[in-house]
Each structure stands twice: as C-alpha cells, then as structure tokens.
C-alpha cells in the first residue's frame, strides 16, 4: 500500500504521544512531510496562545496553568484538524478528557524509547522545565514507570530508534498501513 492511499484512507489525524525526547516533535514533522499533511505541535501551539515559552509559562503561571492551556488547545486541535500530524507535549495524554478525545478522533501513536536514548536526547536542551532539578535521570525514571501504562492506551505502539530519523517515520507509516487494512479499508 503506498502513502498517499494510506494518508487518504486513514481519514483522520495521527496523534504522537510519549515521553520527553521520545521524538514526537521530530519525527510527527517529518512523517507530516512525508504524507504532505499539516504538522502542528500542541507545545507550539500553547506557547502562540501565551505569547511565551514553555519554561516561562511554568516559571510565571505555574504547571497547572500550562496543563489548561494544552488541555484546551488540544481540544480546538481536535475539531480544526483533518489530514495532520500532531505532536503533543510529554504530559498532554495523561489527562483523561485530553486521551478520551484523542482516542475518539485520532489514530494515536505511543513513540517509545528506552531510557537511556531518552536521556541522551533530552540533555542536549534545557527547555524543559520538568527536568531542570539535581536529577534529571530520577524524574524521567518516575515518569516512565507513572505514565508508561497510559502511554500504553495508545492505539499504535512504535519503538523509536536510534538513528536514523527516517527510520521511525517508516515505522509509523508500517503501523499505519496495517491499521488501515484492518479496517478493509
Ligand atoms: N531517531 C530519533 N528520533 C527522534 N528524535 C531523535 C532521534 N535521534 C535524535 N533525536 C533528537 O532527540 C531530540 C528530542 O526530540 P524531540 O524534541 O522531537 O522530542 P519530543 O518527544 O518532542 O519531546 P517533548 O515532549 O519534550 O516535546 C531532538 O533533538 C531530536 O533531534
Ligand atoms: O512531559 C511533560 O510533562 C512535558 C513535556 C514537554 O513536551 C512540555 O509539554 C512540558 O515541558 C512538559
Ligand atoms: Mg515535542
């Protein structure tokens, strides 16, 4: 089956859920390029709303704050978006109301890596508020040990791999393939 008769059968957007580093921004921008889909990121689109960064809206409004937003925006993104890639933020599924609508109208994939890659991949930024503490490694243990099994409520589940990028793309578009003839579509 090739992309494009599987972008047209899918019917609906692909959502990336997982952790920090996971590589949901990465990969989800370039499976959009891949599918010549539209590619938003619900990070992205909070910060638009606030005018300010991630790390700004947690340091001047609080988490909680931050966690309405994206449950809002996620929200509009569900209504506005038909053939897209969206990229959450880390944290965005584990909210109920957020996964219960995702889970309605989306495909959802859980971008999956180990905890070492992860770490490997989040150090080389410091735009994540969460993980700005003496240890890192031991908040991003406890996240993945929290929020695996939800992740896990995720209709797809891809490893990502190492290198390359393109690697994880095909991956997804595999799953996706397979999902679509499930549905004998
Ligand atoms: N094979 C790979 N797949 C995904 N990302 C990779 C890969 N190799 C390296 N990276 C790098 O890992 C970093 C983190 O990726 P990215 O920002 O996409 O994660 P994220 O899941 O969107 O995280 P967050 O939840 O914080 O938004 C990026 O710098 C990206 O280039
Ligand atoms: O995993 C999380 O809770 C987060 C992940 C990032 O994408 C941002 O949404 C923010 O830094 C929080
Ligand atoms: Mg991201």
Same mark, same amino acid.
């Given at each position: 089956?090739?992309?494009?008769?599987?972008?047209?059968?899918?019917?609906?957007?692909?959502?990336?859920?997982?952790?920090?580093?996971?590589?949901? &921004?990465?990969?989800?921008? =370039?499976?959009?390029?891949?599918?010549? @889909?539209?590619?938003? +990121?619900? !990070?992205?689109?909070? *910060?638009a709303?606030?005018?300010?960064?991630?790390?700004?809206?947690?340091?001047?409004?609080?988490?909680a704050s931050?966690?309405?937003?994206?449950?809002r925006?996620?929200?509009?993104?569900?209504?506005?978006?038909?053939?897209?890639?969206?990229?959450?933020?880390?944290?965005?599924?584990?909210?109920?109301? &957020?996964?219960?609508?995702? =889970?309605?109208?989306?495909?959802?994939? @859980?971008?999956?890596? +180990?905890? !070492?890659?992860?770490? *490997?991949?989040?150090?080389?930024?410091?735009?994540?508020?969460?993980?700005?503490?003496?240890?890192?490694?031991?908040?991003?243990?406890?996240?993945?040990?929290?929020?695996?099994?939800?992740?896990?409520?995720?209709?797809?589940?891809v490893?990502?791999?190492?290198?390359?990028?393109?690697?994880g793309?095909?991956?997804?578009?595999?799953?996706m393939?397979?999902?679509v003839?499930?549905?004998?579509?």
């Amino acid at each position: 089956m090739d992309r494009a008769h599987i972008a047209r059968r899918l019917g609906c957007p692909v959502v990336l859920v997982g952790l920090m580093g996971a590589g949901k &921004t990465t990969i989800g921008r =370039r499976l959009a390029l891949r599918l010549g @889909w539209d590619f938003r +990121d619900s !990070d992205h689109e909070v *910060e638009a709303a606030a005018g300010r960064s991630v790390s700004d809206i947690f340091a001047d409004f609080g988490e909680a704050s931050f966690r309405d937003g994206e449950r809002r925006v996620i929200g509009r993104l569900m209504e506005e978006s038909g053939s897209s890639v969206i990229a959450l933020g880390g944290g965005a599924f584990i909210n109920e109301e &957020t996964r219960a609508l995702i =889970r309605q109208k989306a495909l959802s994939v @859980w971008l999956k890596a +180990d905890i !070492d890659t992860l770490m *490997e991949r989040v150090s080389r930024r410091d735009t994540r508020p969460l993980l700005q503490t003496e240890d890192p490694r031991a908040v991003m243990e406890k996240l993945l040990a929290e929020r695996s099994p939800i992740y896990a409520q995720a209709d797809i589940h891809v490893t990502s791999p190492g290198t390359p990028h393109d690697a994880g793309v095909a991956a997804i578009i595999e799953a996706m393939a397979a999902r679509v003839e499930a549905q004998g579509r």
